[in-house]
T-cell receptor, first 116, second 112 residues
């Protein structure tokens, strides 16, 4: 049973719309992540957070923004969706340790976004 | 910087065949190594891990040994099942800001 939840699972939306992808976890994990997964399955880290009020940009530049007001919640927002944003978005969480080497990631089931 | 390279797919096998998915890495220090699996329509889940040289991670019949001399962490299973059809990701720790570095994924299809 998943301890990290993403909604919606599928979203089809028109160009220019504002959207928010939801992600919540019940494990009390401090660190959370957003990955973009392209059709070839490769993962790209676009945002992460160390905890409340912390947000960092990942390795891949993204037009999306994130917020972390509560430990359990890490939503991702696109102010104006475009067809190039069509992708699968995966949220994940992990325990935060100073040396995070042994901290596995727990993933949600993803949101598949299509922008028409 | 640290990096990981895994064999490109797709890999197609018959049921009960032997599986190897190659993964090699470059790293400074002593990273931990992981295999994640993504079943169709789902997120990734940890399959196994190894935290130091010569460690063997194992789970669900899959195994991988942390080989520092060959900088490898190849995934193996003696007899695959149709239910093993998924995408497999090799990963290592030690990315920027403590994040994991993922390989590009290898898609496995097992035919009955």
């Amino acid at each position: 049973e998943a301890d990290i939840y993403q909604t919606p699972r599928y979203l089809v939306i028109g160009t220019g719309k504002k959207i928010t992808l939801e992600c919540s976890q019940t494990m009390g994990h401090d660190k959370m992540y957003w990955y973009q997964q392209d059709p070839g399955m490769e993962l790209h880290l676009i945002h992460y957070s160390y905890g409340v009020n912390s947000t960092e940009k990942g390795d891949l530049s993204s037009e999306s923004t994130v917020s972390r007001i509560r430990t359990e919640h890490f939503p991702l927002t696109l102010e104006s969706a475009r067809p190039s944003h069509t992708s699968q978005y995966l949220c994940a969480s992990s325990e935060f340790q100073r040396s995070s080497y042994n901290s596995p990631l727990h993933f949600g089931n993803g949101t598949r976004l299509t922008v028409t | 910087g640290n990096s990981v390279t895994q064999m490109e797919g797709p890999v197609t096998l018959s049921e009960e065949a032997f599986l190897t998915i190659n993964c090699t890495y470059t790293a400074t220090g002593y990273p931990s190594l992981f295999w994640y699996v993504q079943y169709p329509g789902e997120g990734l889940q940890l399959l196994l891990k190894a935290t130091k040289a010569d460690d063997k991670g194992s789970n669900k019949g899959f195994e991988a040994t942390y080989r520092k001399e060959t900088t490898s962490f190849h995934l193996e299973k003696g007899s695959v099942q149709v239910s093993d059809s998924a995408v497999y990701f090799c990963a290592l720790s030690g990315g920027s800001q403590g994040n994991l570095i993922f390989g590009k994924g290898t898609k496995l299809s097992v035919k009955p």
